[in-house]
Nanobody, 127 residues
Framework: QAQLVESGGGLVQAGGSLRLSCAAS??????????MGWFRQAPGKERVFVAA????????YYSDSVKGRFTISGDNAKNTATLQMNSLKPEDTAVYYCAAALGILPLSPRRDDYDYWGQGTQVTVST
């Protein structure tokens, strides 16, 4: 059974930092290579792409809204992906979801290209 579990959300003041982690477990992830991504969904809005990292860790991809402030990293040995978020803004407030796309594929910002999703973790940035 494949499972993604996020952790690390919380409340922070504008300008602060948070670190999100996603742990992948299950034989599916052990058997296949996979890219990992982060998406976020603000109240009343669609879920949108934030960042992604390739299975090798050599390639990353960011949305324009977070480029230069967020950093995605991965640890294949631990099957984890981390999103370091700096210089947070109130507009970063959302539920953040971890996702995995099976296979050695180009990085994608499209939700439909991801096969597994975590349950989400709330990030709230206050003014």
């Amino acid at each position: 059974q494949a499972q993604l579990v996020e952790s690390g959300g919380g409340l922070v003041q504008a300008g602060g930092s948070l670190r999100l982690s996603c742990a992948a477990s299950g034989r599916t992830f052990e058997a296949y290579g996979y890219n990992m991504g982060w998406f976020r969904q603000a109240p009343g809005k669609e879920r949108v792409f934030v960042a992604a990292i390739s299975h090798s860790g050599r390639s990353t991809y960011y949305s324009d809204s977070v480029k230069g402030r967020f950093t995605i990293s991965g640890d294949n040995a631990k099957n984890t992906a981390t999103l370091q978020m700096n210089s947070l803004k109130p507009e970063d407030t959302a539920v953040y979801y971890c996702a995995a796309a099976l296979g050695i594929l180009p990085l994608s910002p499209r939700r439909d290209d991801y096969d597994y999703w975590g349950q989400g973790t709330q990030v709230t940035v206050s003014t």
